[in-house]
């Protein structure tokens, strides 16, 4: 039964996050999605690591192939992390605050309400601990975006109009 509700859940939220997807706009996909796979990948190896650290439990997994922090991975996530740079990148400050009140309501209502359908909890971590880490990281996908993905575009050249 718990693992039927798992997939539910889980695979409710990616599906839902994925649906928004096409509405982002194909010119922010392209630009964002290099910092949101960069961080991703760097998820993933810290995922292993809290597995083993026991830092966070997904007792149900959603899938066999397929653990919830996975699932949120692929998610919410993914399409957050595009959804916010569309609305803030440029804007750090701005940035900033639409991450602290995502991640705050991701770590204190949303957790609490997984940990009482026993589908997430945190082990190790204090709820400040994981958003302090969630924040690390919208920090490390920004700097990302700014040093490594925007300056590396080539500048163009402004066209001067000629003197007549």
Partial sequence: MRKNRSARVFGGMMLLSWLTIPFIGRQHIKR????????????????????????????????????????????????????IKKFTYGHFGKYMLLNVLVDTFFVYPFHRIMRRANLF?????????????????AVLIYGYQYFIVEKQKPQRALKKKPIE
Avoid: D, R
């Fill in 32 to 83: 964002y999605l290099s910092s949101t796979m960069f961080i991703s990948f760097l998820i993933m190896v810290e995922s292993y690591i809290a597995e083993k650290k026991k830092w966070w439990i997904f007792p149900h997994p959603p899938h066999p192939y397929l653990t919830g922090e996975t699932a949120l991975l692929l998610g919410p996530f993914l399409a957050g992390s595009l959804w």
């Fill in 121 to 137: 909890k945190v082990g190790m971590f204090k709820e400040h601990h994981l958003l302090g880490i969630f924040l690390l990281k």
